[in-house]
Nanobody, 119 residues
Framework: HVVESGGGWVQAGGSLRLSCAVS????????MGWYREAPEGQRVLVATITSGGGTNYADSVKGRFTISRDNAENTVYLQMNSLKPEDTAVYYC???????????????WGQGTQVTVSS
């Protein structure tokens, strides 16, 4: 079960904070991240974070977005500052876990939350 929150409408230069909580999983969550899908576009990576706190960002958001997580709560956050109209998209939360006994990787996706940035 993946629940996202925090999307909305903001003017250019503003900020938003997205949250995503993952529950009901059988195995420890490894990587968590955020992807986005613009209208008539592909779903692309925004930022990811490992269980140890290592982060990776798309070039377009470096220096403006910050990803963080709470491992105890299986929750990931995306702080978005200095938002631009081109950041407008549906943002999706992603997480994965691994069943090492059977070699099976599980992927979890949120339902998506709309972020709209007006100029």
């Amino acid at each position: 079960h993946v629940v996202e929150s925090g999307g909305g409408w903001v003017q250019a230069g503003g900020s938003l904070r997205l949250s995503c909580a993952v529950s009901g999983v059988l195995f420890s969550i490894n990587n968590m991240g955020w992807y986005r899908e613009a209208p008539e576009g592909q779903r692309v990576l925004v930022a990811t974070i490992t269980s140890g706190g290592g982060t990776n960002y798309a070039d377009s958001v470096k220096g403006r977005f910050t990803i963080s997580r709470d491992n105890a709560e299986n929750t990931v956050y995306l702080q978005m500052n200095s938002l631009k109209p081109e950041d407008t998209a549906v943002y999706y939360c992603n997480a994965d876990s691994f069943d090492s006994d059977h070699g099976v990787k599980y992927l979890y996706w949120g339902q998506g939350t709309q972020v709209t940035v007006s100029s």
